[in-house]
């Protein structure tokens, strides 16, 4: 098993730059896919970045590409995601999560494929 704890979520103003931390409690070296979801009111659960346990392919849903960049720190049993120049529809919870199998790299987008969960952190835009 392994518990996910994320952090680094705060209020910035549209354009600037974040950084968000999910700490593992096991190494994640281990972990064969990581994953970053967001939710934000009114919207469903959406996947926005994907890596898999070699650090190959990283995957972005379109919206983000360009401006985040996941990376993990096997060493620090440590997911990130860097936000860059943030926009008006990026403010939600987000949420790190994890599979401990192997999985269809097909269906990485999908919440079905992770078995494991941080409680999210909050990231908003500040007027």
């Known amino acids: 098993q392994v518990q996910l704890v994320e952090s680094g979520g705060g209020q910035v103003r549209a354009g600037e730059s974040l950084r968000l931390s999910c700490s593992a409690s096991?190494?994640?070296?281990?972990?064969?896919?990581m994953a970053w979801f967001r939710q934000s009111p009114g919207k469903e659960r959406e996947s926005v970045a994907v890596i898999r346990r070699d650090n190959s392919n990283p995957s972005y849903v379109e919206s983000v590409k360009g401006r985040f960049t996941i990376s993990k720190d096997d060493a620090k049993k440590t997911l990130f995601l860097q936000m860059e120049s943030l926009k008006p529809e990026d403010p939600a919870v987000y949420s790190c999560?994890?599979?401990?199998?192997?999985?269809?790299?097909?269906?990485?987008?999908?919440?079905?494929?992770?078995?494991?969960w941080g409680q999210g952190t909050q990231v908003t835009i500040s007027s």
């Open positions: 096991r190494s994640t070296s281990t972990i064969y896919t």
């Open positions: 999560a994890a599979s401990l199998q192997r999985t269809i790299w097909g269906a990485r987008f999908w919440t079905s494929a992770y078995d494991y």
